[in-house]
């Protein structure tokens, strides 16, 4: 299955998506948008250019597992992305993939404009493989 993942910015999100056979996931691009609804509908083109049969959303959940204000505007993007889309669309937690991205980066040089430019795209690689590993091993 064709799963694209979406890590959401207030000012640039990014979108990954995995292979049919769902072993390797890989980025695909930076959407760089501000207004909310216009990423929503950015990200609904990109989900349907894709062939995406499932899509998920980065959830961002505080380290004490609590819900704050960052992870409720993820929790409206997935609701009101799944209006546009014939397909689904879950939540999942990604916490510290942010972190782990600028960590990946670190070690493959990555710095400047260039690593701005594809932090986010990591992070939703990074959101897309946790959630095919748990798929893997929950035979889902």
Not at 33 to 53: S, W, Y
Not at 67 to 74: D, L, N, V
Not at 100 to 128: E, F, M, P, Q
Request: glycine share 4%; proline share 3%; charged share 30%.
């Amino acid at each position: 299955m064709i799963i694209m993942s979406v890590d959401f910015g207030d000012s640039r999100t990014g979108i990954a998506v995995c292979d049919k056979s769902e072993l390797l996931a890989s980025p695909v691009c930076v959407i760089p948008e501000k207004d909310f609804g216009e990423c929503i509908k950015k990200t609904a083109q990109k989900a349907i250019e894709l062939k995406a049969e499932e899509v998920v959303v980065g959830y961002p959940k505080n380290m004490n597992n609590t819900i704050g204000e960052r992870a409720e505007k993820c929790q409206l993007f997935s609701e009101e992305l799944a209006k546009l889309i014939d397909c689904p669309v879950r939540l999942w937690d990604e916490r510290c993939t942010t972190v782990s991205a600028h960590n990946y980066l670190n070690v493959t040089n990555t710095r400047g404009k260039k690593r701005k430019a594809v932090v986010d795209a990591v992070a939703a690689t990074i959101i897309l493989e946790s959630y095919l590993g748990y798929r893997k091993n929950t035979n889902m």
